[in-house]
T-cell receptor, first 114, second 116 residues
Framework: NAGVTQTPKFRILKIGQSMTLQCTQD?????MYWYRQDPGMGLKLIYY???????DKGEVPNGYNVSRSTTEDFPLRLELAAPSQTSVYFC?????????????FGPGTRLLVL | AQKITQTQPGMFVQEKEAVTLDCTYD???????LFWYKQPSSGEMIFLIY??????QNATEGRYSLNFQKARKSANLVISASQLGDSAMYFC?????????????FGQGTTLQVKP
């Protein structure tokens, strides 16, 4: 069972470039999330989705876009990369939004913007 | 405001000893969940243990237990019989139901080093 998979594992971008971080889950979960983790810090929510076709902003959405055309996939798009977007990006999923629902995380994508 | 505070940036523990990692939380919601995740140097986030706000007993999972003190708004993680493989960063996180996002709010983490 693959769980949550993310690609690429590592990427270097130049300032102003764009890229898409891929996230796929095979657990048929409704809820999916994108977090970023800055060095020495906890995770902060960028965007989330409650189901195919439905997305909404989290705490730090500026500079990012998402789409959810299928239950399985939740790509994160970076437009005009900036050094402040250097971070580790985690995708996560859960079946429901209940307080006791465990979120399952992907392995992360390390992004460096130079 | 909903917030998680972990006041210990780094901790050391001798192998086979127990260690407590502190976590305090702030929320006005009555229904919430508290989680601990482990992040080893490889970077992945590993779920360890969960405590619901209405759970009367402290959660336990193997060598992990959660010392839940609701009145003090604390949810400390206790690791018994530490092993070298426990060296990692540990995050406390909270989930509230309001807004139906299901998002997790994370603390800044505590780095634990287990000495042989």
């Amino acid at each position: 069972n693959a769980g949550v998979t993310q690609t690429p594992k590592f990427r270097i971008l130049k300032i102003g470039q764009s890229m898409t971080l891929q996230c796929t889950q095979d657990m048929n979960h409704n809820y999916m999330y994108w977090y970023r983790q800055d060095p020495g810090m906890g995770l902060k929510l960028i965007y989330y989705s409650v189901g195919a076709g439905i997305t909404d902003k989290g705490e730090v959405p500026n500079g990012y876009n998402v789409s959810r055309s299928t239950t399985e996939d939740f790509p994160l798009r970076l437009e005009l990369a900036a050094p402040s977007q250097t971070s580790v990006y985690f995708c996560a999923s859960s079946q429901r939004a209940g307080t006791g629902e465990t979120q399952y995380f992907g392995p992360g994508t390390r992004l460096l913007v130079l | 405001a909903q917030k998680i505070t972990q006041t210990q940036p780094g901790m050391f523990v001798q192998e086979k000893e127990a260690v407590t990692l502190d976590c305090t939380y702030d929320t006005s919601d009555q229904s919430y969940g508290l989680f601990w995740y482990k992040q080893p140097s490889s970077g992945e986030m590993i779920f360890l243990i969960y405590q619901g706000s209405y759970d009367e007993q402290n959660a336990t999972e193997g060598r992990y237990s959660l010392n839940f003190q609701k009145a003090r708004k604390s949810a400390n993680l206790v690791i018994s019989a530490s092993q070298l493989g426990d060296s990692a960063m540990y995050f406390c996180a909270m989930r509230v139901y309001s807004g139906n996002t299901g998002k997790l709010i994370f603390g800044q983490g505590t780095t634990l080093q287990v000495k042989p």
